[in-house]
């Protein structure tokens, strides 16, 4: 079992973000707006060039990375991405360290386990039908590396819309305690229904779409450690 990690600090807040076309009312720069992910996306305006689908990252300051993720996207099962990590005294036309083109769903499912007339047979991946029925991430781990600029491509040309969405960008490099946590994991619906009450004690009932929300436990995790 992986061991996992914890990141409490998310360096694209303080980077520069350029590079791409995106939407006036959407711009590259809501890519760092936390209280608004899902509301002020940033929206690249035409996904069918390359060179309009992709977005540079200058951090502050030199840091080490383990974690690029894009969140909230619309991005479309057909899409892949790549990802440039630009060292000390690179540039990302320069860079050493440019990955492989990539799924951005990637495989999920062995064909075995598919029904032969399955539409996902091939592939593994998860279905339209599947996908629109939670949030999704793109979650792009790698080695430890200290990183002064980012570059994100994404290949998307074949998107139904034309366009996609990003709601927000994290990048940080994650604390892993030393002993993992507790096998086994819980997972919980948090209701966000509002309720009130009139004066006459009628109660009035707002319905809305529950969080989930995932828990592990460090058992092993002393005070100082912590």
């Not at 086994?184 to 509002?194: A, E, H, K, Q, V």
Request: glycine letters at 6%; charged letters at 25%.
């Amino acid at each position: 079992m992986a061991k996992g990690k914890l990141y409490d600090t998310n360096l694209a807040l303080t980077a520069t973000l350029s590079g791409g076309t995106w939407s006036a009312a959407l711009p590259l720069s809501n890519l760092k707006k936390e209280e608004r992910y899902i509301a002020a996306p940033a929206r690249c305006e035409d996904a069918t060039d390359l060179a309009k689908s992709r977005f540079d990252v200058t951090l502050e300051n030199p840091r080490v990375v383990d974690l690029v993720a894009l969140l909230f996207h619309t991005i479309s099962l057909s899409a892949n991405y790549r990802i440039t990590l630009a060292g000390l005294g690179e540039t990302l036309d320069e860079a050493a360290n440019v990955s492989e083109w990539s799924s951005v769903y990637g495989r999920l499912y062995d064909s075995a386990s598919l029904p032969w007339e399955a539409a996902n047979w091939w592939t593994g991946q998860v279905t339209q039908e599947e996908v629109d029925l939670v949030p999704r991430h793109l979650w792009i781990s790698i080695e430890e590396t200290l990183v002064s600029a980012i570059r994100i491509e994404i290949d998307d040309q074949t998107h139904p819309d034309g366009e996609f969405d990003i709601g927000g960008l994290l990048i940080g490099a994650g604390f892993a305690a030393e002993i993992n946590y507790e096998r086994g994991r819980d997972l919980t619906l948090i209701s966000r229904d509002l309720h009130d009450e009139t004066p006459s004690g009628r109660v009035i009932t707002e319905p809305r779409t529950g969080r989930r929300q995932l828990a592990v436990n460090y058992a092993m995790l002393d005070t100082v450690e912590a």
